[in-house]
């Protein structure tokens, strides 16, 4: 799923945006929206570890723009051009509403940690919301959505 998210996010312009990284882990997909020219970043996880981590990470490859918060949740989310979150369909499904709250308009929410099977709940639970599918990758029963914030 991780690299599902990093192909996804090769395709889009991060130059000077905003991102949000819920559930961050390693940092990952912090540090490459900043390598891709992201210059406000953001990212959270619920696990002390994963913070410590993502921090080292960020550090060992020269990071600036990253900002790391230990949080369980997408509630105190800030207004994103992007939103990236790799965890799982509960989680995401239980954040939706706060991250498409956080979302710019016109905003991209990118969703992985999701298998085939979760796809139809998940758009199910989007579509009220004003988020459209605009984007799907799948690799070995797993799922890469991108969803747009109708403007």
């Known amino acids: 799923t991780t690299f599902m998210m990093m192909r996804q ?5 991060f130059p000077g945006k905003s991102v949000f990284d819920f559930g961050t882990g390693t940092g990952v997909l912090a540090i490459l929206a900043e390598k891709l020219g992201a210059t406000d970043i953001y ?3 619920y696990d ?3 913070i410590d981590n993502a921090r080292e990470n960020g550090e060992n490859n020269q990071c600036k723009h990253i900002r790391l918060e230990q ?3 997408a509630a105190n989310a800030p207004e994103s051009d992007i939103i990236l979150a790799n965890i799982n369909k509960n989680v995401i499904l239980d954040n ?8 710019k308009p016109g905003g991209i929410l990118l969703l992985s940690g999701l298998l085939t099977t979760d796809e139809a709940d998940i758009l199910q639970a989007a579509q009220p919301l004003g988020l459209k599918l605009t984007g799907k990758e799948e ?3 797993w799922i890469c959505i991108k969803l747009e914030a109708r403007s």
């Open 139 to 141: 690799l070995n029963k």
């Open 9 to 13: 996010m090769r395709q889009l312009s």
């Open 48 to 50: 002390e570890w994963s």
């Open 71 to 73: 949080a369980d949740t």
């Open 43 to 45: 990212a959270i996880d």
């Open 96 to 103: 939706l509403v706060h991250l498409k709250n956080g979302l």
